[in-house]
């Protein structure tokens, strides 16, 4: 069982439209961090949101946690083929005083010109 | 772009024959990672590093093992491959202190390695 679950796992959109991407668990966080990964590279941070409901906004991407910090968001304004790869969600958890990050299942996302 | 590269970048191994993957900061984070990513999962924690020759086991440790002999150093072995461990394995950095907030907390990626066991 994964500790975050993604959805949907795939979507391919148009140009111009628009998206929202979950990223939900059942487990309350302290924090919780969005990556994009492009085709053949390592994944690179978007955002980190600490606040239960707080809303990030990078420009067209907008990120929300949820109010019980169990889940967040993703919502992509007029995509853009620059926006395809694949679309991470992750938490930092502690063990035994020491940190390790847990990934989600992932969205890969197509924008087609 | 943080400094963080993996050698080799590709690698095609026969079933049985000892493999090792080297991550190599030039970041002095006291963090690295291993993980595997494979369609629909994601990416899995194998090991990490907490520091010099200090390792915690992750999700899916099973086959593999790590040494940290150097902070810039991590090394990821696969003591006998199996197909089950082709995949594309990417090293990570963070300097995850305490003095360092979730909220600024940050791992940076190597480029991976793709690893297929015939």
């Known amino acids: 069982t994964q500790l975050l679950e993604q959805s949907p796992q795939f979507l391919s959109i148009q140009e111009g439209e628009n998206l929202t991407v979950y990223c939900n668990s059942s487990s309350v966080f302290s924090s919780l961090q969005w990556y994009r990964q492009e085709p053949g590279e390592g994944p690179v941070l978007l955002v980190t949101v600490v606040t239960g409901g707080e809303v990030k906004k990078l420009k067209r991407l907008t990120f929300q946690f949820g109010d019980a910090r169990k889940d967040s968001s993703l919502h992509i304004t007029a995509a853009q083929p620059g926006d395809t790869g694949l679309y991470l969600c992750a938490v930092r958890r502690i063990t035994s005083g020491t940190y390790k990050y847990i990934f989600g299942t992932g969205t890969r996302l197509k924008v087609l010109a | 772009d943080a400094g963080i590269t993996q050698s080799p970048r590709h690698k095609v191994t026969e079933t049985g024959t000892p493999v090792t993957l080297r991550c190599h900061q030039t970041e002095n984070h006291r963090y690295m990672y291993w993980y595997r990513q494979d369609p629909g999962h994601g990416l899995r924690l194998i090991h990490y590093s907490y520091g010099v020759k200090d390792t915690d086991k992750g999700e899916v440790s099973d086959g593999y093992s790590v040494s940290r002999s150097k902070t810039e150093d991590f090394l990821l072995t696969l003591e006998s491959a199996t197909s089950s461990q082709t995949s594309v394995y990417f090293c990570?950095?963070?300097?995850?202190?305490?003095?360092?907030?979730?909220?600024?907390?940050?791992?940076?990626f190597g480029p991976g390695t793709r690893l297929t066991v015939l």
């Open positions: 990570a950095i963070s300097e995850s202190r305490t003095s360092v907030s979730a909220s600024t907390d940050t791992q940076y």
